[in-house]
């Protein structure tokens, strides 16, 4: 075989490329323009090339975003309400369904995003213990560069001091119908969800 044609070989090997819906489609599906999905894509793409990613390379990408703490654990979470159950990956419409939820859909959509990030073991209840763990992993990753900076150990502290009042029944687990209504009581919790629509 010549040195030609060994080199081309390699070059003609395709690596197998996630390919995502046809963008009419994408716009039916959320609340995005084309000129925004379009956007998006290119961002997903060049983060992404492959179309897939993986809890690894989200747990990076995330990162990038947090550098003053560590965004690891909260990058868990967050991957895992949008992962697909069979592949355990994301795909671009897998993100973009989450991320037109979360930033364009409406209090409840978002509240049911909020509720799953909570519900580690997706068991259609918070506990405690998995307040603290999510509460924990957003101090880990702004603690130092909030100002004065967040102790990850007043996270126990703040959960203690919420939990009891959305757990209306007392029966030491939140639903989804207890965070709705504690939510909807509380008007700088509404204003900060309304405050996930983004304009791209």
Request: aromatic share 10%; net charge negative; charged share 30%.
């Amino acid at each position: 075989m010549s040195e030609d044609s060994s080199s081309s070989d390699i070059y003609n090997v395709s690596v197998a490329r996630y390919r995502p819906e046809e963008i009419t489609k994408l716009e039916s599906k959320t609340k995005f323009t084309r000129k925004e999905l379009q956007l998006i894509y290119r961002g997903f793409k060049q983060e992404c090339p492959t179309g897939m990613v993986d809890e690894e390379a989200f747990k990076h990408i995330f990162a990038q975003f947090f550098p003053q703490g560590d965004a690891t654990n909260y990058a868990k979470y967050v991957f895992n309400t949008m992962k697909h159950k069979s592949t355990g990956k994301i795909s671009f419409e897998d993100f973009l369904n989450i991320l037109s939820k979360v930033s364009r859909g409406t209090v409840q959509e978002k509240m049911q995003w909020v509720f799953g990030l909570y519900d580690l073991d997706g068991d259609g209840m918070i506990t405690k213990n998995e307040m603290v763990d999510v509460v924990t992993s957003i101090y880990e990753m702004l603690g130092r560069s909030t100002q004065p900076a967040v102790e990850v150990g007043s996270a126990k502290e703040h959960v203690e001091k919420i939990f009891h009042l959305i757990d209306s029944n007392k029966d030491g687990v939140v639903t989804i119908e207890e965070l709705i209504q504690w939510c909807s009581r509380d008007e700088e919790v509404l204003r900060s969800l309304e405050t996930l629509d983004t304009v791209l």
